[in-house]
Structures are given as C-alpha cells and as structure tokens.
T-cell receptor
Framework: DGGITQSPKYLFRKEGQNVTLSCEQN?????MYWYRQDPGQGLRLIYY???????QKGDIAEGYSVSREKKESFPLTVTSAQKNPTAFYLC?????????????FGQGTRLTVV | KQEVTQIPAALSVPEGENLVLNCSFT??????LQWFRQDPGKGLTSLLL?????REQTSGRLNASLDKSSGRSTLYIAASQPGDSATYLC???????????FGGGTRLMVKP
C-alpha cells in the first residue's frame, strides 16, 4: 500500500531542545517537501528536495534543517533557533515535470512546545 | 511571487445544496492546480488535479474548473452532504512542477 508516513503523530518539545520529525514515502517519488500549517491558515513551505543529497530553502526555512540521504526519507529537524515551533507539520512528495505531478501528503505531526 | 487566495474563508450550507468554492492565483504560469480536502487534525487528501492545458476535471459529485488566463479555479460540489464538512484547499504548482503554493482554505460546514 503506497503512501507517505509521518511520525510521530504528536511531539512535545522543551525549550532549547532540537527535535526531528520523520517522513518516509514508498511512492518512488523524486521530490519531497515540508510544510508548516498554523491554526486557520494555509500551508507554508519550509524546505524541499528534488533529488537525493540536494535540498532547497522554502519561504520559512529559518530555525529548521533537513537531510536527504535516501530517496524514501526526508527528516525535518526543528532546532532551538526556531522561536515559535508550535504548529502542524506536513510532508509531501511528487515527481516534478513530464506528467501527472500529483502531490501526496502524509497525515501530519503536531508539535507543541512545553 | 505567486499568491493564492480562496474565497470565502468559511461557508455554512444546509444539506442538499449545490455550492461553489473559489480560488484565484496571481501568476498564470502554472503547471497544474490541485484541490485538497483536510479534516481537522489530519493531512491533506487530493481531490482533483487539473493540468494547465485542461479546463476541468470531474470526480463523482465534484467538478473543478480552471481558467488559467484569468487566474481562477472553482470547485463545484453537487448535492452537499454533512460528510463533506471539511476545509478545502487549492494549490498551484509552478512551471517546473516542483513547488506548490497554497491558498488559505475554505472551511465548509454542511448542516443536516
């Protein structure tokens, strides 16, 4: 059953702590994305990666870091430099260009600072 | 920079009504447009995808249209049901097909 899996579903972070959100896909998609969603708002792009070992900053990359060592995996680290990390985080994937290019999303991780 | 706007922000209708959700975008150089559904606390489910060369797509009671030159799309929901209650998001993909820009969503409530 193909899809995108995000874990954990809920995550709590203490002040000054780094936390890592997992995103795995078995759709054989080339590109993966991280979005942040705040209550009542649309999605804002944090980082994206079009191929392994390459990634680009989105609109709100400050305080976040990513890696893309494998095609299937695109973890997001929320660092202590991110001053307002409480939000809903969504991971997506697609294969850009040359065809259907439909984006698929995971079920999200809700991060709360305690 | 691409900007996507959805109107209205919230909508409440009685069951059985037909309704239209609107999406507009500022840069017509898009690869495609997608409509998504989001239930509270959940991820996004893709409803319809319209390629830039297409005018509309249909799936069941849903019909999405695209007027690329005017920067507009509509999502038509026929015979609405309480189970349709959710937030509906539209997103446009840039010409390279590698980045989606989202609207703020329309929160739909269908009352029994």
């Amino acid at each position: 059953d193909g899809g995108i899996t995000q874990s954990p579903k809920y995550l709590f972070r203490k002040e000054g702590q780094n936390v890592t959100l997992s995103c795995e896909q078995n759709l054989n998609h080339d590109a993966m994305y991280w979005y942040r969603q705040d209550p009542g708002q649309g999605l804002r792009l944090i980082y994206y990666s079009q191929i392994v070992n390459d990634f680009q900053k989105g609109d709100i990359a400050e305080g976040y870091s990513v890696s893309r060592e494998k095609k299937e995996s695109f973890p997001l680290t929320v660092t202590s430099a991110q001053k307002n990390p409480t939000a809903f985080y969504l991971c997506a994937s697609n294969t850009p260009g040359g065809g259907y290019t439909e984006a698929f999303f995971g079920q999200g991780t809700r991060l709360t600072v305690v | 920079k691409q900007e996507v706007t959805q109107i209205p922000a919230a909508l409440s209708v009685p069951e059985g009504e037909n309704l239209v959700l609107n999406c507009s975008f500022t840069d017509s150089a898009i690869y495609n447009l997608q409509w998504f559904r989001q239930d509270p606390g959940k991820g996004l489910t893709s409803l319809l995808l319209i390629q830039s060369s297409q005018r509309e797509q249909t799936s069941g009671r849903l019909n999405a249209s695209l007027d690329k030159s005017s920067g507009r799309s509509t999502l038509y929901i026929a015979a609405s049901q309480p189970g349709d209650s959710a937030t509906y998001l539209c997103a446009v993909t840039n010409n390279a097909g590698n980045m989606l820009t989202f609207g703020g969503g329309t929160r739909l409530m269908v009352k029994p």
